[in-house]
């Protein structure tokens, strides 16, 4: 009797590897990436305006050192907030989240009162020069950026409240912590470079 050799062979898949990234912190990252390019774009084209000799020199609103000083504790209260959820201490958690959403209102009523005080002094967004349009295109459009991370961390508040960020669960909280120290050094850039190119 001849033995028959089986020729049935099987094709194994390999299962596929988890991404490395949460897909919602990738897509953060892509979009701070966007925001990256429209302010080096922005910042690119106030220098080559500086440069055509019809620039505008005017002082920037002492309110904003407040701003910037507001930005700065924000982003202490934010990481607190962080390491606390860490930690499992929710209601410290609550309490540096709102602090940090204070603290982010605040700038912006700053950025308010200093727009307020541009215009006291002439200064205008429409005013016939490229140097003040900058100066309210620059600071606005990062305040907007600012109130959807204050929207964020409303979220974040919420999550908290119903026992969805913990030590176990703190893909939220991190996302909104990266946001926030983002929109903190973008401003410090932007005052620093506002002030060292009047």
Same mark, same amino acid.
Not at 26 to 47: D, K, N, P, Q, R
Not at 85 to 94: P, S, V
């Given at each position: !009797?001849?033995?028959? %050799?089986?020729?049935?062979?099987?094709?194994?898949?390999?299962?596929?590897k988890?991404?490395? !990234?949460?897909?919602?912190?990738?897509?953060l990252?892509?979009?701070?990436?966007?925001?990256?390019?429209? &302010?080096?774009? =922005?910042?690119?084209?106030?220098?080559?305006?500086?440069?055509?000799?019809?620039?505008?020199?005017?002082?920037?609103?002492?309110?904003?050192?407040?701003?910037?000083?507001?930005?700065?504790?924000?982003?202490?209260? !934010? @990481?607190?907030?962080?390491?606390?959820?860490?930690?499992d201490?929710?209601?410290?958690?609550?309490?540096?989240?709102?602090?940090?959403? %204070?603290?982010?209102?605040?700038? =912006?009523?700053? @950025?308010?009162?200093?727009?307020?005080? =541009?215009?006291?002094?002439?200064?205008?967004?429409?005013?016939?020069?490229?140097?003040? /349009? &900058?100066?309210? =295109?620059?600071?606005?459009?990062?305040?907007? #950026?600012?109130? /959807?991370?204050?929207?964020?961390?409303?979220?974040?508040?919420?999550?908290?409240?119903?026992?969805?960020? #913990?030590?176990?669960?703190?893909?939220?909280?991190?996302?909104?912590?990266?946001?926030?120290?983002?929109?903190?050094?973008?401003?410090?850039?932007l005052?620093?470079?506002?002030?060292?190119?009047?």
């Amino acid at each position: !009797m001849e033995k028959t %050799v089986s020729t049935d062979f099987r094709i194994v898949e390999e299962p596929r590897k988890p991404l490395a !990234m949460n897909p919602k912190k990738f897509a953060l990252w892509l979009f701070i990436a966007t925001v990256v390019m429209l &302010f080096a774009a =922005l910042t690119s084209a106030y220098i080559v305006k500086r440069a055509d000799g019809s620039w505008r020199e005017f002082d920037l609103p002492g309110i904003f050192v407040y701003s910037t000083l507001a930005v700065v504790l924000s982003s202490i209260t !934010m @990481q607190g907030a962080y390491w606390a959820a860490k930690k499992d201490n929710l209601d410290t958690t609550k309490w540096l989240v709102v602090a940090t959403s %204070v603290l982010g209102v605040i700038f =912006l009523i700053g @950025q308010v009162l200093g727009w307020g005080k =541009l215009v006291t002094e002439g200064v205008y967004f429409a005013g016939g020069n490229t140097s003040e /349009s &900058f100066v309210y =295109l620059l600071t606005g459009l990062h305040g907007l #950026h600012l109130v /959807s991370a204050i929207v964020f961390l409303g979220i974040v508040l919420v999550a908290v409240f119903r026992f969805k960020v #913990h030590s176990r669960s703190l893909n939220q909280i991190e996302m909104c912590v990266t946001y926030w120290h983002f929109l903190g050094v973008l401003w410090i850039y932007l005052y620093i470079f506002m002030l060292n190119f009047r």
